[in-house]
């Protein structure tokens, strides 16, 4: 008999826009102890929520594990509407085990979500911004600011080389820079950068791509990118603080959305989201369009809210 995560695989192969991140080989690796419940009809499955539970001292939790960026109910195409949505849900989450605090950002499949508001979740509207590959290369450039197209791309292909070599060490060491600068230690340590890379590359998901300097060779920028069948994700970025004049970051994400336009199959290249108002800016600036998702939490008894300031 097939245990949830088996059928679960079975499941995730018949969701032809499941992202990358709710795959069971990408959960294996940045969430080994994630489950799953499953609702059946006529016999086979047509819903399932993933989730990732924890435990400190005597508490559990559900929360997001780290580099996962999507988790939450996903559906077969043919119950994937209100109708079936309405009762599907509340039938998953009968199956989940109760825990203290339960948070998730939901997938952008997930655009109504007043099943769980009737279950008692809160939501709080989260941005994420995408570009449509399917406008082609040269609107896509049309799209970003003057600035981007006539003087960051230029000058910085005057600096750097861009090369693709998959130079992992190399790219933790400049992503490590970005938090240096700002005085915070890298949330992504090396044994999780090397278990989702040792991962990533056995299924063919991953791309790095590192600016380098055409006299010293040194790093200036790098992108992680990964992606599924139709999207490629900035999962992460770093930039020397001492070489930031350089424009290197554009001049890579320019190159990454080329490689991307290349690509047979995909249909979008998702920045990831950022409420983070500089870091919006930049999205914008390369003609991104905003995307809204959802943050859903749950608190098992509500007078924890105001314990944790109204947040889940």
């Not at 695989?9 to 489950?35: K, N, R, S, T």
């Not at 001292?57 to 119950?79: E, N």
């Not at 509407?81 to 509340?90: A, G, H, V």
Request: hydrophobic share 40%; with cysteine.
């Amino acid at each position: 008999m097939m245990d949830s995560r088996q059928r679960y695989a079975i499941f995730c192969a018949q969701v032809p826009d499941l992202p990358v991140f709710m795959e069971p080989w990408y959960l294996d690796a940045l969430a080994p102890g994630w489950q799953v419940v499953l609702q059946e009809r006529g016999g086979k499955d047509v819903a399932a929520w993933p989730y990732y539970p924890k435990k400190k001292g005597p508490f559990r939790y559900v929360t997001m594990p780290l580099l996962v960026r999507m988790m939450g109910p996903v559906f077969h195409p043919d119950f994937d509407n209100d109708r079936q949505r309405y009762k599907l849900i509340p039938a998953l989450w009968e199956q989940i085990p109760r825990q203290l605090i339960f948070r998730q950002d939901t997938p952008y499949s997930l655009t109504n979500w007043l099943p769980l508001y009737w279950l008692g979740f809160r939501q709080w509207t989260r941005y994420s911004y995408r570009i449509d590959l399917s406008q082609g290369k040269e609107q896509i450039r049309e799209n970003m600011t003057a600035e981007y197209r006539q003087r960051k791309i230029p000058k910085a292909q005057e600096m750097v080389t861009v090369d693709g070599d998959g130079d992992l060490q190399a790219f933790h060491a400049v992503h490590e820079m970005t938090y240096r600068r700002q005085n915070m230690a890298n949330p992504v340590p090396w044994s999780v950068l090397a278990r989702l890379d040792e991962a990533a590359r056995k299924e063919d998901r991953q791309t790095i791509l590192l600016a380098r300097d055409r006299q010293t060779g040194q790093v200036h920028a790098g992108l992680y990118l990964v992606r599924d069948e139709h999207t490629v994700y900035l999962l992460m970025a770093g930039t020397d603080p001492d070489l930031r004049a350089s424009g290197a970051f554009v001049l890579l994400v320019w190159e990454a959305l080329e490689w991307a336009l290349r690509q047979p199959g995909l249909r979008y290249f998702d920045f990831m989201g950022s409420m983070i108002e500089p870091v919006e800016r930049v999205r914008r600036d390369f003609g991104a369009s905003q995307i809204p998702f959802f943050r859903v939490g749950y608190l098992r008894w509500k007078w924890l809210g105001l314990l944790l300031g109204g947040r889940v």
